[in-house]
């Protein structure tokens, strides 16, 4: 399916459960190297003096667009068209002496459309009050989109590529600004080519895959294609659902695949909320193909309830196959993935690396709540790298937090399953729930055929079941340079691997440079160190608190370095894993 799914993406035509975009508090994240603000961030249309008070940004438009209009009219705002295809039909006979950009402006109402391209400088915006011609300010610290447009954009033709595409030329870029987007029969509600900014788009594509041609087994809100130019996408709150079904026709065992936003190009995605849910099949945030120079900012993504029907299926919050990915403060939450056969093992990772390209990661989240259905066998990563890709994963919480009554196959927070030279350090992981018995998660797990020159420093790594081990690796092969300042509990042995002894310790690991890794004993009210309640969300996340902790102090301070592994602490000194301030 992987090697399917990889060959769909990077041939893409462009080609819910909870919403997050309130809830992520990203207040509670250390500082991090975010890059600097999108394109998006800078408004290229025409300006006004200021709104008066109260009504928000101006139109100030080029043409306007009114559901109550005529496609008869000239498009002024005393004559709005009626349809949005209409502007750009005007727009397009404006002739060689318009300047660009050309704003579009649409007010309040629902427009049935067969679907239409943006090319060059045009801009079209909804959102606005039909009278004053105003609408709200955009936030930019807002997570999702700031507002829900009350410009609906609906697709009248079915089984179509895509339903909107925006295509840069010489005039400029396009930009799709303020609208909730409706799609039911479309493989991709939007399709963006190189240069292009989307913002404040409230998107749904309900489409439920089919053996047509044009409406495929993969389903997207969002689609990137691979020309050249950078796509900047921020503040939009997408979601794919496919209500568990598919089309009359369809063979039954045809694999499904489910994903919020799928990028073969340069991008810019930030602050975006994305929801992939109630897919028969694979669930997927964030899907990159071939694609170079991303950033990837402060976005959260859910992925709900998705059912496989063949080995392999999974729930992936972000998946890179020869991309060069930058992620930073990203919010992954995995609900309930499962297995129609019980034989084979559900899948829940927050980011897999396939193949090629790197991945740079500094203060993602992970978090696997309520993870499986009862008596359902799971394979769960925060991390999983199977060819040598990641750079760095530092700051990072990873949470597993599940019923009892699941089974592990093999699960780590980060796991890595080739020749690596990664940088993991000051990441908080905390693992609860599952069946002891029937399986095993690690704090960090090196395959046997593992090589290079890891460095792992200043962890936090905390179970709150009997678990063998905080590290997995074979003894006998050296792959680890740096083995500083981790602390963890729970474990027992700490290592174990191919050629390490029964009892083993970590300083049996062949390590370059090891020393003050400190295995501790965790109280029962360990696990209010991590605000484990309510792991539902993305607000709580995994954070370190004051709360209950009596008596419970991680041993680490001073002997923990400020420096390049992770994000120096505000307060002068510092402690093992991804925050400030253990209990004291």
């Known amino acids: 399916m992987r090697g399917r799914y990889a060959a769909a993406m990077s041939g893409m035509l462009l080609v819910t459960g909870a919403g997050c975009a309130s809830v992520l508090g990203f207040d509670e994240f250390l500082p991090g190297q975010a890059p600097a603000d999108s394109d998006a961030s800078a408004d290229t249309g025409a300006t006004n003096d200021g709104p ?4 928000g940004e101006s139109a100030d438009a080029d043409l306007y667009v009114n559901p109550q209009g005529d496609d008869a009219n000239d498009g002024k705002r005393e004559h709005p068209v009626r349809s949005v295809n209409k502007a750009l039909l005007l727009a397009a006979a404006s002739g060689p002496n318009q300047k660009f950009p050309l704003r579009i ?38 997570v999702g989109t700031t507002y ?215 203060g993602d989240r992970v978090i696997a709540p309520a993870v ?85 420093d200043s962890n936090l790594v905390v179970t709150e079941d009997h678990r063998p081990a905080f590290i997995r690796a074979s003894c006998q092969v050296s792959a680890v340079a740096e083995l500083l300042h981790n602390r963890h509990a729970g474990f027992d042995p700490s290592l174990v691997g191919t050629g390490c002894p029964s009892k083993a310790t970590l300083e049996d690991l062949q390590s370059g440079d090891a020393g003050d890794n400190v295995l501790f004993t965790c109280p029962g009210e360990c696990s209010k160190l991590f605000a484990n309640s309510g792991l539902d969300t993305t607000e709580t996340g995994l954070r370190l608190t004051d709360a209950g902790c009596s008596g419970f102090q991680v041993p680490s301070n001073d002997a923990v370095p400020v420096d390049g592994r992770g994000i120096a602490r505000s307060k002068g000194t510092t402690t093992a894993g991804a925050f400030e301030a253990p209990c004291k």
């Open 148 to 362: 829900k447009s009350p410009s609906e954009l609906s697709n009248a033709k079915p089984e179509s590529d895509q339903f909107i595409s925006l295509q840069p030329d010489d005039s400029g870029a396009p930009r799709l600004d303020g609208w909730t987007i409706t799609v039911d029969e479309a493989s991709a509600a939007v399709r963006t080519a190189g240069d292009a900014v989307l913002t404040e788009l409230t998107i749904a594509n309900r489409t439920k895959p089919s053996d047509s041609s044009s409406v495929r087994s993969q389903t997207f809100g969002i689609a990137v294609g691979p020309e050249s130019g950078t796509a900047t996408i921020e503040h939009c709150s997408v979601t794919v659902n496919q209500s568990n079904g598919r089309r009359t026709g369809t063979a039954p065992d045809d694999v499904s695949v489910g994903v919020g936003i799928g990028i073969a190009g340069s991008s810019r995605v930030r602050r975006n909320s994305l929801t992939t849910s109630s897919v028969i099949g694979s669930c997927e945030g964030i899907v990159l193909g071939g694609a170079k120079d991303v950033q990837l900012v402060e976005n959260a993504i859910a992925v709900v309830s998705c059912t496989g029907t063949a080995p392999g299926i999974a729930a992936i919050g972000i998946s890179a196959t020869s991309s060069d990915v930058t992620s930073v403060r990203n919010s992954i939450v995995i609900t309930a993935p499962a297995q129609t056969d019980i034989a084979n093992s559900a899948a829940a990772v927050g980011v897999y690396l396939v193949s090629g390209g790197t991945f740079d990661s500094d």
């Open 105 to 142: 402006a649409a007010c309040a109402g629902t427009y049935s459309e067969t679907g239409f391209t943006l090319t060059g400088g045009i801009e079209l915006r909804g959102g606005y009050d039909c009278t004053s011609w105003y609408r709200p300010v955009s936030k930019d610290d807002v």
């Open 52 to 55: 008066p008070v109260g009504l």
């Open 372 to 456: 499986v259905v009862p008596n359902q066998r799971l394979l769960f990563n925060g991390f999983l790298d199977s060819a040598g890709v990641l750079t760095r994963v530092v700051n990072a919480s990873i949470v597993f937090n599940a019923s009892k009554t699941i089974t592990l196959d093999d699960s780590a927070g980060i796991r890595l399953l080739a020749p690596s030279n990664a940088l993991l350090a000051h990441n908080s992981m905390y693992f609860s729930g599952a069946d002891a018995d029937g399986g095993s998660i690690y704090g960090i797990s090196l395959s046997n055929s593992v090589t290079g020159a890891i460095k792992i």
